[in-house]
Each structure stands twice: as structure tokens, then as C-alpha cells.
């Protein structure tokens, strides 16, 4: 069974501290493994990565893929409150649609003044 | 921005009662998703749709689910005889799969309570 875990589960760090977010898949034909942030209803999309080693970066935030140990990370540099949410990580196979995502659990990071 | 609007933002029902959840994707978009999040859970992916058909759909998605578009810019989950179980936070997604980004566009959700 397709499945994805990230870890930690919940993260409280104070502002200007860095974070590592864990994502680990186990996917038939994996196709691409996709970042969301979820701050009260809406997922907003962050990154998609599809190959291994190649870092996505905007800000304060990156991320790297490798696909051979099956596991992706999200780095969040010198943490602002507003980085509060949950981030959730979700991994594409092929065959299907390309909306059929398999979510991990999510990780709700906490940022305190 | 464009963006993907739900309605309604909360729906209370009783058992055994019919919901009507809707989306206006964004216009451009092609593909059209429904998810669906149980509190304290992950997301779900419940059905996929393209070209005014299902493309896809999760073991989830039964008979109990059907989705249409009546028109050129609503997209609905309709839920039938709805159970306790039904409860759940449901978010509507579109894609523009030409751009090739993988990104899906959510909307803010539709929470429904199953009394």
C-alpha cells in the first residue's frame, strides 16, 4: 500500500531557530513528491520535486529529494511566526490523474516569539 | 489571485439527509479535484474529473458520492444519504496540467457535520 510519513508530528521552535521537516514515501511508480502549507483551511502548494538532489528554494525555504532512500526534507531558515502551520507532504505515482495525491499526516510546526 | 471559492463554508445536516457541496474553480483550469479531511486526519484524495467525466476516483468515493458540473463554471459533490462518518472538512482543488508544476489550487473547504 502507498503510503507517506513525515516526522516529527508537531514542532515547537522559537523565532529565528532553523527546522527540518521529514517526509518518507513508499510509492509504486513514484512521479513526483509535492510540499503544501496548511495554516487554517486551504493547502497552499510549495514546492514539487521530481528529481533527486536538486534543491527547490524560495525564501527562507527549501527543499531536496532523494529518491533513492525515498525520502524528501523541508528546511525553514530563521523561523517567522507567520511560518506557523501544519506542512504537509504529498507524493505522486503514475498512472492516474495527475490530482491523485497521497498525503502524509502533516507536521504542525509552532513558532513562538 | 484567481482562486477556487467554496460554498457553503459549514454545513450542519442530520443523517440520512442529501448535501450539495459547490466549487467554482479557477476559469482557466481543465481538471477539477474533490478531497476530503477528517478531523485530526490526513487529506484524502476522493475523485478526479476531466472533460465532464470521472478520470479517476479513491476506494472512498462509492456510490454514496457523485460529482457533476452543471454548468461552465460550478463543480459539486453530492453526497447522499449522509452518515456520521461523513463529517469531515471537504476541499475542492483545480490544476492547470498544462504548466506541468504538479500544483493544485485548493480552495478554503466545506465543513460538514453529520448529526
Known amino acids: 500500500e502507498d503510503k507517506v510519513v513525515q516526522s516529527p508530528l508537531s514542532l515547537v521552535v522559537h523565532e529565528g531557530d532553523t527546522v527540518t521537516l521529514n517526509c518518507s514515501y513508499e510509492?509504486?511508480?513514484?512521479?513526483?513528491l509535492l510540499w503544501y502549507k496548511q495554516e487554517k483551511k486551504a493547502p497552499t502548494f510549495l514546492f514539487m520535486l521530481?528529481?533527486?538532489?536538486i534543491e527547490k528554494k524560495s525564501g527562507r525555504l527549501s527543499s531536496i529529494l532523494d529518491k533513492k532512500e525515498l525520502f524528501s526534507i523541508l528546511n525553514i531558515t530563521a523561523t517567522q511566526t507567520g511560518d506557523s502551520a501544519v506542512y504537509l507532504c504529498?507524493?505522486?505515482?503514475?498512472?492516474?490523474?495527475?490530482?491523485?495525491?497521497?498525503f502524509g499526516k502533516g507536521t504542525k510546526l509552532s513558532v513562538k516569539p | 489571485e484567481p482562486e477556487v471559492t467554496q460554498t457553503p463554508s459549514h454545513q450542519v445536516t442530520q443523517m440520512g439527509q442529501e448535501v450539495i457541496l459547490r466549487c467554482v474553480p479557477i476559469?482557466?483550469?481543465?481538471?477539477f479535484y474533490w478531497y476530503r479531511q477528517i478531523l485530526g486526519q490526513k487529506v484524502e484524495f476522493l475523485v478526479s474529473?476531466?472533460?465532464?467525466?470521472?478520470?479517476?476516483k479513491s476506494e472512498i468515493f462509492d456510490d454514496q458520492f457523485s460529482v457533476e458540473r452543471p454548468d461552465g463554471s460550478n463543480f459539486t459533490l453530492k453526497i447522499r444519504s449522509t452518515k456520521l462518518e461523513d463529517s469531515a472538512m471537504y476541499f475542492c482543488?483545480?490544476?492547470?496540467?498544462?504548466?506541468?508544476?504538479?500544483?493544485?489550487?485548493f480552495g478554503e473547504g466545506s465543513r460538514l457535520t453529520v448529526l
Open positions: 521530481t528529481s533527486s538532489g
Open positions: 482543488a483545480s490544476s492547470d496540467n498544462r504548466r506541468n508544476t504538479g500544483e493544485l489550487f
Open positions: 474529473f476531466y472533460n465532464n467525466e470521472i478520470s479517476e
Open positions: 476559469s482557466n483550469h481543465l481538471y
Open positions: 504529498a507524493v505522486k505515482g503514475y498512472g492516474g490523474s495527475q490530482g491523485n495525491l497521497i
Open positions: 510509492v509504486t511508480n513514484f512521479r513526483s
